[in-house]
């Protein structure tokens, strides 16, 4: 049943994504456009998921158990870090260039358009990197205490 929940979910948010047009990359490079050709359309698409999720969160709240798992997965975590603000430089810096982000290019990808396939294959890249090295690059780095060596004959020993 889990896995049956998590794909009509997925069916809702692609088909809101398509009805919005935030699949659509000219699109969504006129909502960046702040100083040219504005499209403030997408705005008011933000605004209603807020309202949404906002909603959805808070009959959650009042819920003592999911319907389709045993417990909530609520986030442990709400500092904010390194990782959090480069990841979030780094997928604006690409939505703004590309105008296009994961999801909706994972909607897109059913057309198989040549530069989506290419912007997959670069955001998959992109996560098995991260998974592989990107860990070490975000650790706290720490002063390891030295090991101990084994004392050196001094001269006056000699």
């Known amino acids: ?85 480069g990841g979030a430089i780094l997928f604006g810096i690409g939505w703004g260039l590309a105008g296009i982000c994961p999801g909706p290019a994972l909607v897109n990808l059913a057309g198989l358009s040549l530069p989506i396939v290419v912007f997959v294959i670069a955001m998959l890249a992109g996560m098995i990197g991260q998974n592989l090295f990107g860990k070490n690059l975000w650790r706290p780095r720490t002063m390891a205490p030295r090991a101990e060596t084994a004392s050196l004959p001094s001269r006056a020993d000699g």
């Open 1 to 85: 049943m889990p896995v049956l929940a998590s794909f009509t979910c997925g069916l809702i948010f692609g088909a809101g994504l398509l009805i919005s047009g935030m699949t659509d990359p000219q699109k969504v490079l006129g909502f960046l456009d702040l100083f040219g050709a504005w499209d403030a359309t997408l705005a008011f698409v933000m605004a209603g998921a807020v309202a949404v999720t906002a909603s959805g969160f808070a009959v959650a709240r009042r819920r003592t158990a999911p319907t389709f798992s045993a417990r909530f997965l609520w986030p442990d975590r709400n500092d904010i870090d390194a990782p959090l603000v």
